[in-house]
T-cell receptor, first 114, second 114 residues
Framework: DTGVSQNPRHKITKRGQNVTFRCDPI?????LYWYRQTLGQGPEFLTY????????KSRLLSDRFSAERPKGSFSTLEIQRTEQGDSAMYLC????????????FGPGTRLTVL | ELKVEQNPLFLSMQEGKNYTIYCNYS?????LYWYRQDPGKSLESLFV?????AVKQEGRLMASLDTKARLSTLHITAAVHDLSATYFC?????FGAGSYQLTFGKGTKLSVIP
């Protein structure tokens, strides 16, 4: 399978715990994006990387959130001291810059904070 | 701030009927995308529209773009049950120095009734 993969697919945690999600993009894609989607809403941009450089961060990304993309390959998104409001689907997408800039999405990680 | 508005947000239609979903956006953009999302699943790319007057068709779905009116439409012809899903439009906006972000509408939840 050469698509975008994400792990875990589901995560249930207690409020205050830390969680980390992983995204493996399509191998030749140099841009990687993280989005958050809550029920009944469209995905909201969180941050993106070009290779290993984090170029943009949304105001939604509080200081409890951190993302990395070491060596420009896979990426991790960590949420510290989780809150119930963090419950959402976290989506990763990757693209190879082109006239189309078409983003290919992974299956997502659904986070439930109890 | 870039805004993307879809209407209707909910659409219930009978099999065999035609209908159109509208997507308005507030700022000049380079690209517009349509995605499909099934319940609990990730986003599947349907169309990428690059230029004014662009029209693309795949099966019973046809998308068009009018950049002057900042309007895209997704037309459904002779709907079938398999088209039941949530459809999102998304606009690719350059925030400067080639930093593109997708801004999504809230989605249109389509239910096709036998």
């Amino acid at each position: 399978d050469t698509g975008v993969s994400q792990n875990p697919r589901h995560k249930i945690t207690k409020r205050g715990q830390n969680v980390t999600f992983r995204c493996d993009p399509i191998s030749e894609h140099n841009r990687l994006y993280w989005y958050r989607q809550t029920l009944g809403q469209g995905p909201e941009f969180l941050t993106y990387f070009q290779n290993e450089a984090q170029l943009e961060k949304s105001r939604l990304l509080s200081d409890r959130f951190s993302a990395e993309r070491p060596k420009g390959s896979f990426s991790t998104l960590e949420i510290q001291r989780t809150e119930q409001g963090d419950s959402a689907m976290y989506l990763c997408a990757s693209i190879q810059a082109s006239p189309y800039n078409e983003q290919f999405f992974g299956p997502g990680t659904r986070l439930t904070v109890l | 701030e870039l805004k993307v508005e879809q209407n209707p947000l909910f659409l219930s239609m009978q099999e065999g009927k035609n209908y159109t979903i509208y997507c308005n956006y507030s700022t000049t953009s380079d690209r517009l995308y349509w995605y499909r999302q099934d319940p609990g699943k990730s986003l599947e790319s349907l169309f990428v529209l690059l230029s004014n007057g662009a029209v693309k068709q795949e099966g019973r779905l046809m998308a068009s773009l009018d950049t002057k009116a900042r309007l895209s439409t997704l037309h459904i012809t002779a709907a079938v049950h398999d088209l039941s899903a949530t459809y999102f439009c998304a606009v690719d906006f350059d925030f400067g120095a080639g930093s593109y972000q997708l801004t999504f509408g809230k989605g249109t939840k389509l239910s096709v009734i036998p």
